[in-house]
Structures are given as C-alpha cells and as structure tokens.
C-alpha cells in the first residue's frame, strides 16, 4: 500500500530531477520503503537515480540547496 502511494507521487512528479529529490527525500526518511519501491520497479527508478538525473542533480545542487 505506502509502496502504491510512491509510485503514485512519483508518478505526478514532472520532471526525473523533481522525481529524484523525491526519492532522496524517501531515502532520508524511509529507508525500508525506498529500497522496497526501488527494488520492485528497477527498470523504472533506475534511470532516475543514476546518470544523467544524478550529473543534472549534482550541477543544480547549489541552488536548489540554497532555495529551500
């Protein structure tokens, strides 16, 4: 059940840089449930938390830490 909510939420998000800090976010959060969701739809998530999302991330990093 929270695994569908996840999916839903990431699901809405526009953009994989958005999804990432979602995730991220999840991480932080939820361990457990991350690798869960993460585990049961690699093919999916994988794309999203490895390059270029992760390159992207790590360029804006500055000013979406600054902007919060």
């Known amino acids: 059940m ?3 909510r996840i999916l839903w939420s ?3 998000k526009d953009d994989d840089l958005e999804k990432f800090d ?3 976010t ?3 959060h939820n361990t457990q449930l991350f ?3 993460v585990v049961n739809n690699l093919a999916q998530f994988l794309p999203i938390l490895w390059t ?3 390159g992207r991330a790590c360029k804006q990093y500055s000013s ?3 902007s919060r």
């Open 35 to 37: 690798y869960y969701v």
């Open 2 to 4: 929270q695994g569908n």
């Open 26 to 28: 999840l991480l932080d």
């Open 52 to 54: 270029p999302t992760v």
């Open 22 to 24: 979602y995730l991220m």
């Open 64 to 66: 979406n830490y600054y």
């Open 10 to 12: 990431v699901a809405r």
